[in-house]
């Protein structure tokens, strides 16, 4: 488990990454992108930048991962800039489909109620 200093270097930057992005104005027509969380590595040296991108296809998605990656040297130097750490980490970027995973299963929880909704007596005995 990561001491309260990584966990701090990890908030800080997280925010820092989110707040570029949008900054360069990486949110691109009808999808989401947020940074969901940074892990650092204990040397500073590395870290890997979890985005999550909510809307459009596979293949936009993939293409805004792409344009992140091709963007990270300016996302570090404006970091760096930004941010005093003892190195500036080198960024990697990874899609995290957690959240979409996390929307899937409650469409189909959703799914499942509205095929056999909940009949009274079962209501009835959860409260009872």
Avoid: W
Avoid at 41 to 58: E, M, T, W, Y
């Amino acid at each position: 488990m990561p001491n309260k200093r990584m966990l701090r270097v990890n908030e800080l930057l997280k925010r820092e990454i989110a707040d570029l992005l949008e900054r360069m104005d990486v949110n691109h027509a009808n999808c989401l992108i947020s940074v969901c969380e940074v892990d650092v590595s204990p040397d500073l040296r590395r870290a890997k930048v979890h985005v999550s991108i909510l809307g459009g296809d596979a293949d936009f998605q993939e293409e805004v991962m792409k344009h992140l990656r091709r963007h990270r040297v300016e996302v570090q130097n404006k970091m760096a800039r930004d941010i005093k750490l003892k190195y500036t980490p080198i960024l990697e970027f990874t899609k995290d489909s957690r959240i979409e995973e996390g929307d899937r299963v409650l469409a189909l929880l959703e799914e499942i109620e509205r095929k056999n909704p909940p009949s009274a007596t079962t209501d009835k005995q959860l409260t009872d």
